[in-house]
C-alpha cells in the first residue's frame, strides 16, 4: 500500500523541558508488522499518535508514500486507529459502530451494508451486528474495534496496546488473529505494547523504545540474540537476562561475589581485541543458558558454579530456579526434569559461549 | 425487613421524625385545609371541592399558570442551550479556562433576591442612560427581565453538570471519530451529544422545576407589576395567602401547582431516561 518515513521525529509538550521523543528515524516498508515495545513513558505511544496527527510533530518529518503528512488532518491520512479501551461508541450499535467512518465519508448505503457485513463475516461478529457494545464482552468489544478499523480499508493501522484490557487466554487467541488479518489484508500495521512476548510474536520488526530515543530495530531474532545494548537484552526475554558486574582476567570473568567462569577461546578473543582485558564489564547470560544436566556440566566444566536454590517455579515443561552461588543471584531455565527443590545444592554450568558482553559504563554490546 | 436491628431504627428515626414534622404532615394538613375556609388560624366549614373550582375560574391565577409555562419553555430552552455552550467553551484546552469556570458560576452564589434587585437597577436606571428606557414597565420586558436575571443565575450552574458529563466522556472516543473522519461539527452532533443525554435528563429537570417555583427574583424584579401582569405561579399563591388571606384557596392553587409540577416533572424524566445510553 504505502512506505512510511519518520525522519528526526522530535516531540515535546508544552510546558516540558525535556523531549517525550528524540530524534525518531524509522523507515517502514510496504505491507510491513511493525511493533513498537517499549516500559510505559518511553514515548512509543506518543509516536503512534503523531503518525496518526492526533499529536503534533514538535521536529521532523513524517512522510507516506512520499508524501510530507506533518500537517495534515488525521481524517485526511487515510489510516485506521484501535485504541487500548476500544473507543467504541456507545450509543451506536455494532454495525453502526463500524459504518460510522463510512457513512461520513458518504459511501453509498449498499456498499457500507456490504462492507460491514464482510468484515463481521471476518471477525465472527454477524450474530452481533444489532448490540450495542455494553452487552459485549472484552473480546467482543476489541473485535468491533478492529471491524471499524478493516472497514475503512486504511493504508494504515495503528494499533494502541490493543491486548492489555484482555486476560490473558483471550489475549493469545487476538494475537493469532491480528497476525492472521495482518496476512490477509497486507496493510502496514504499526502495533504499539509493552508486552516483548507480544512483540516477539508478531513483529516484522521491532522498533524498542526508552526514554523517548530508539534503542535498536530489527527482527525479533536480531533482538533476542544480537542486542545492541543491556537495555535491549535485559527488555526482551522473559524472564529477564542475568546481569553480572564483572572483572575480566586471565580469560576468567569474576565479580568478586562468588562468581567465577572461564570465557571460551573465541569469545574471549573478541574482549581482548578490544581492549578489555583486566578491565571491568557487565556480563549477561539468558537463563536458559545456565543447565544443570550432567552432560553440560561435564562439556563445560571450566564453567560450573556452586548454587543454592532459593525458589523454584515449575512451569510444566521447565522450571525456573531462583538460586545464587556466593553473593550472587540469577536465574535458571533448566527442563522440569530437572526440578530442584528450595534449598538443594545443584552444580551449574554457565554455557558462555552464548554469554552477551557489555561495556560497564555505556552499557553498549561489547560482544553477542 | 423484620431483623432490622436497633441501631438501624436509631440512625433512621431523627430523619424520619424530622421529615414527618416539617414535610408529610404540613403536607397532610395542607391537603385537608384545601377542603375547608381556613384562614391560617381556623376553620368553620367543610367546602368540599370549591375552593378547586374556584382556583380554575381565577383569572389571575390562569394568567400566572400561562406566564409561567411561557417562562418555563423560554427558560429551559436556553438556560440548557447556554449552559452546554459554555461548557463546551470551557472544557477547551486553553489558558484561563478555569478562571472563567468560576466566573460563570459567580452569579449562583448570589440570592435570587439580591440579584432581582441589582437587575431591577440595571435594567431601570443602566438602560435608561444607554437609551433603553422604560424595561420592566410592561409585560414583555418583565417577561424578558425575569429570563436575563434566570439566565443569568442558572447558566453557570447547568454548565457544571454539563461540564461533568463532558469530561467523562473518554478522549479516545472523540480521536476515534476523528480518525474516523468526523468534521467537529459531526463528533459534537454524533458522538458527544448522545454521551451526555443523562446530562440533558439532570438539567432540564432541574431547569424546569426551578422555572416553575421561581419566587425571589419575580419578587425583587417586578413584584409581579405592573398590575399582576408578570406575577408567577408561587407568587400568585404567596399573594393569595397573604394579601388576599384565603389561606384555603392558597392551599388548593399550591396542591394544583404541586400536581402540575410533578406530573411535568417525572414525565421529562421518564421520557429523557428512555433515550439515555448505557456506557
Not at chain 1, 473507543?87 to 459511501?107: E, T
Not at chain 1, 450495542?132 to 493504508?155: E, F, M
Not at chain 2, 425575569?146 to 473518554?170: C, F, K, R
Request: with cysteine; aromatic share 12%; hydrophobic share 45%.
Amino acid at each position: 500500500m504505502t512506505e512510511i518515513s519518520l525522519e528526526h521525529i522530535y516531540k515535546r509538550y508544552p510546558g516540558n523541558d525535556s523531549d517525550s521523543v528524540i530524534d525518531f528515524n524509522l523507515e517502514i516498508a510496504d505491507g510491513e508488522f511493525v511493533v513498537f515495545v517499549g516500559p510505559s513513558g518511553c514515548g512509543k505511544s506518543t509516536t503512534l499518535r503523531m503518525i496518526a496527527g492526533l499529536e503534533d510533530i514538535t521536529k521532523g518529518d513524517l512522510k507516506m508514500g512520499g508524501k510530507l503528512m506533518n500537517k495534515v488532518h488525521p481524517k485526511d491520512r487515510n489510516i485506521a486507529m484501535v485504541f487500548q479501551n476500544y473507543a467504541l461508541y456507545p450509543q451506536m450499535s455494532v454495525f453502526d459502530n463500524m459504518a460510522f467512518g463510512l457513512k461520513i465519508r458518504k459511501m453509498p448505503k449498499a456498499d457500507i451494508q456490504k462492507r460491514v457485513n464482510d468484515a463481521a463475516e471476518i471477525l465472527g461478529l454477524t450474530e452481533y451486528l444489532q448490540r450495542k457494545p455494553g452487552a459485549l464482552s472484552g473480546g467482543q468489544r476489541q473485535r468491533v474495534a478492529l471491524g471499524r478499523a478493516i472497514v475503512r480499508d486504511a493504508q494504515l493501522f495503528l494499533l494502541d496496546e490493543p491486548l492489555s484490557n484482555l486476560d490473558a487466554k483471550l489475549r493469545v487467541q487476538m494475537r493469532t488473529e491480528i497476525a492472521q488479518l495482518h496476512q490477509r489484508l497486507a496493510t502496514n500495521m504499526i502495533y504499539v505494547t509493552h508486552d516483548q512476548i507480544e512483540a516477539m510474536t508478531m513483529a516484522d520488526r521491532i522498533v524498542i523504545m526508552n526514554k523517548g530515543s530508539i534503542q535498536q530495530v530489527g527482527t525479533p531474532d536480531d533482538l533476542y540474540n544480537k542486542p545492541v545494548n543491556k537495555f535491549v537484552a535485559g527488555f526482551m526475554g522473559s524472564p529477564a537476562m542475568n546481569f553480572f558486574d564483572a572483572h575480566l582476567h586471565d580469560g576468567t570473568v569474576s565479580n568478586g561475589k562468588g562468581l567465577s567462569v572461564k570465557v571460551p577461546e573465541g569469545r574471549l578473543k573478541t574482549l581482548l581485541d578490544k581492549g578489555y582485558n583486566d578491565k571491568d564489564l557487565i556480563v549477561g547470560i539468558r537463563p536458559e543458558d545456565i543447565h544443570t544436566e550432567e552432560v553440560a556440566l561435564e562439556a563445560m566444566a571450566d564453567a560450573v558454579v556452586q548454587a543454592d536454590v532459593e525458589v523454584s517455579e515449575f512451569l510444566g515443561t521447565d522450571s525456573m530456579l531462583y538460586s545464587k552461588t556466593g553473593e550472587t543471584e540469577f536465574v535458571a531455565q533448566v527442563n522440569a526434569r530437572d526440578y530442584h527443590k528450595p534449598g538443594e545444592h545443584v552444580e551449574m554450568a554457565f554455557e558462555m559461549s552464548k554469554a552477551h558482553f557489555f561495556d560497564k559504563d555505556s552499557e553498549a554490546v561489547i560482544s553477542n | 425487613m423484620k431483623n432490622r436491628s436497633l441501631s438501624f431504627w436509631l440512625f433512621v428515626t431523627p430523619t424520619l421524625v424530622a421529615l414527618a414534622l416539617v414535610v408529610f404532615i404540613p403536607a397532610l394538613m395542607g391537603i385537608f385545609y384545601s377542603f375547608t375556609n381556613w384562614d391560617g388560624l381556623t376553620y368553620t366549614t367543610m367546602l368540599g371541592f370549591k375552593n378547586y373550582i374556584t382556583v380554575f375560574q381565577d383569572s389571575g391565577f390562569l394568567a400566572a399558570l400561562w406566564f409561567t409555562v411561557k417562562f418555563v419553555v423560554v427558560t429551559v430552552i436556553l438556560l440548557n442551550v447556554i449552559g452546554l455552550s459554555l461548557a463546551l467553551l470551557v472544557t477547551r484546552k486553553f489558558k484561563g479556562n478555569n478562571l472563567l469556570r468560576t466566573v460563570f458560576f459567580m452569579p449562583n452564589l448570589i440570592g435570587g433576591l439580591i440579584l432581582g434587585f441589582i437587575w431591577q437597577f440595571i435594567f431601570t436606571q443602566v438602560f435608561d442612560a444607554l437609551g433603553f428606557s422604560g424595561w420592566l414597565t410592561n409585560q414583555t420586558t418583565g417577561f424578558w427581565g425575569l429570563v436575563i436575571v434566570t439566565l443569568w443565575q442558572m447558566s453557570g450552574y447547568i454548565m457544571i453538570i454539563y461540564i461533568a458529563y463532558l469530561q467523562n466522556i473518554p478522549t479516545e472516543v472523540i480521536e476515534a471519530a476523528e480518525i474516523d473522519g468526523a468534521s467537529p461539527w459531526q463528533r459534537f452532533w454524533n458522538i458527544t451529544f448522545p454521551m451526555i443525554a443523562p446530562a440533558f435528563t439532570v438539567s432540564m429537570f432541574l431547569t424546569l422545576s426551578n422555572g416553575f417555583k421561581l419566587y425571589d427574583p419575580n419578587l425583587s424584579l417586578t413584584n409581579g407589576g405592573p398590575y399582576k401582569s408578570t406575577e408567577m405561579l408561587a407568587m400568585n399563591i404567596v399573594n393569595t395567602a397573604y394579601s388576599e388571606n384565603d389561606f384555603a384557596r392558597a392551599e388548593a392553587k399550591a396542591l394544583v401547582f404541586f400536581v402540575i409540577v410533578g406530573a411535568i416533572s417525572l414525565l421529562q424524566v421518564y421520557y429523557t431516561r428512555k433515550r439515555e445510553v448505557d456506557l
